[in-house]
């Protein structure tokens, strides 16, 4: 089985690390979510994986073959995709548009629609006008058209209510199942681990619990709290 690894990762911002030491799996068709309180280097450590920013120490590998010196731009070509922070569309242009920046022929933005039906009915709308969760939709959507292997998703929930959130993680889910490894930041935590096979905590820029399955940590609400303190 395909799968993305990283050992030993440190990524430093300004005068320190803001995470250390990340050991961690992310094998195709599986979600592996990355949880833990604000500022314990989540984020940071997505845009090492996809090239955004360098890390300071440590291995990336796919399958064996390091991409740490990469471009992000190679990195993409590799099949890392990187949905950031904020729903990064483009307001000007419709769905189709959109959408057609990664799927490039209309063969490919059909089978992308397949996956999104609530899409297609909007398909010639221009962005600005879906709602939030529409718009995160369409930023998925597009992700998706770039068949990527591995895809990392940092707080896509970021300003949606949990019910409108609640309707793209299905959509995660087949993506996941469809062969895509999915690393997945989420400041709703037991949302995030009802979704995923496998989990790891961060706190205070340290790994505070290990890759383990999410099942185990999510019915076990007092680890899940002493991860989240980094105790």
């Known amino acids: 089985m395909s799968a993305l690894h990283l050992s030993g990762v440190t990524v430093s911002r300004g005068a320190g690390p803001v995470i250390s030491g990340v050991d961690l799996e992310l094998r195709a068709g599986e979600i592996l979510a990355l949880v833990g309180p604000n500022g314990a280097g989540k984020t940071s450590l997505l845009e090492a994986v996809s090239g955004v920013i360098e890390h300071s120490a440590g291995e990336l590998s796919i399958d064996g073959e390091s991409f740490a010196k990469r471009s992000r731009v190679q990195r993409s070509r590799a099949g890392i995709a990187h ?28 089978e992308v629609l397949a996956s999104f039906p609530e899409l297609e009915k909007r398909i010639d709308a221009p962005s600005v ?68 096979d496998e989990a790891m905590v961060v706190a205070s820029g ?13 019915a076990d609400p007092d680890r899940l709290k002493r991860a989240y303190l980094g105790g």
């Not at 242009?93 to 209309?106: D, G, H, P, Q, S």
């Not at 940092?154 to 690393?183: K, Y």
């Open 83 to 110: 949905i950031e922070q904020g729903r990064a569309i483009f307001p000007s242009l419709t769905v189709r548009e959109n959408i057609m920046l990664t799927a490039k022929t209309e063969a490919a933005l059909q």
């Open 129 to 196: 006008l879906l709602s939030g969760g529409e718009q995160q939709m369409v930023v998925l959507a597009r992700a998706f058209a770039s068949k990527p292997r591995f895809l990392l998703i940092d707080e896509m929930s970021l300003g949606l209510a949990p019910v409108v959130f609640m309707r793209l993680l299905p959509i995660i889910q087949q993506i996941a199942t469809s062969g895509v490894g999915v690393l997945l930041v989420e400041q709703f935590t037991h949302l995030a681990l009802g979704i995923a």
């Open 206 to 218: 340290h790994v505070s619990h290990p890759q383990g399955a999410a099942q185990a940590l999510s």
